[in-house]
């Protein structure tokens, strides 16, 4: 499962994906650019800097090779969780969606899905008080116990069906949730353990909960629309991405750790 040792995560914030900024609206165009939707939400897969638009994060500079393996000008486009397969299956907005995308069967109906490239799973993050309290879903799922999710997602999914008995917020933003949990106006937030993990270094006060034993086993993948012509070619670069250590690479800049052992 995982390799743990999320060592270096400050120099996360020097790297930075270069890329055209484009909204939905303006998403229309020809061969010559690859528009990619992303949440911007997610780092280290995905962040969108609010003072300057541009974008960042292993996905973003992944959607990047593949735009230069293709030969198009890589445009990013605006998207959110809730919105984002409505995005994905709305001709002309996105070539391929990318950012922490979980592969699940209800995305496949809709979609291509590409090979796998990270395996996850969901694990909680808590104040570190708190560390030996909600280790397990049945410690979670109690009356009064503050869970706080981002909406339309995996994650919130998750919450609802697992955690009935207790308190569930839904949180628009998921670029200060764990802010909110850090502040104490939350009790457990559950997510993918690399965001977990990611995050709990960013705020020494959380910690991530045994995300080398998440509660689930899943895998990301790149979503293009049904029919794409670039879906095979997308396949066969992510192949030789993941093969030739390219993947690898950009993990580690951003994680300072080598891939999860069950990714190779």
């Avoid at 060592?7 to 528009?35: I, M, N, R, W």
């Avoid at 969901?122 to 410690?139: F, M």
């Avoid at 965001?195 to 910690?207: D, K, N, R, T």
Wanted: proline share 7%; net charge negative.
């Amino acid at each position: 499962m995982w390799l743990l040792g999320f060592g270096a995560l400050a120099l996360v914030a020097a790297v930075a994906a270069a890329g055209c900024v484009a909204p939905p609206a303006a998403a229309g165009g020809d061969q010559a650019t690859l528009k990619i939707c992303t949440t911007g939400d997610y780092p280290p897969l995905t962040y969108r800097d609010q003072a300057t638009g541009q974008y960042s994060g292993v996905d973003i500079e992944m959607a990047s090779d593949l735009a230069a393996h293709l030969g198009r000008q890589p445009v990013f486009v605006a998207t959110t969780w809730p919105t984002l397969m409505a995005d994905l299956t709305s001709p002309g907005i996105c070539d391929i969606a990318v950012g922490g995308i979980t592969d699940t069967p209800e995305r496949r109906r809709l979609a291509n899905v590409t090979l796998p490239y990270l395996s996850s799973g969901k694990t909680p993050v808590v104040a570190a008080a708190n560390a030996g309290r909600y280790s397990s879903i049945e410690d979670i799922d109690q009356p009064g116990v503050r869970v706080i999710e981002n909406s339309g997602g995996t994650n919130e999914r998750f919450a609802r069906t697992n955690f009935p008995a207790a308190q569930i917020t839904i949180w628009a933003d998921n670029t200060t949730i764990f802010d909110q949990l850090a502040a104490g106006n939350a009790d457990v937030m559950v997510t993918d353990a690399v965001e977990a993990i990611y995050q709990s270094s960013l705020h020494p006060g959380l910690v991530a909960l045994h995300p080398e034993q998440p509660f689930t086993s899943e895998v990301k993948a790149y979503l293009l629309p049904n029919d794409s012509p670039i879906t095979g070619l997308t396949d066969s670069w992510l192949a030789g991405a993941l093969r030739d250590g390219t993947f690898a690479g950009i993990y580690q800049r951003w994680l300072g750790s080598p891939v999860p052992e069950a990714t190779r």
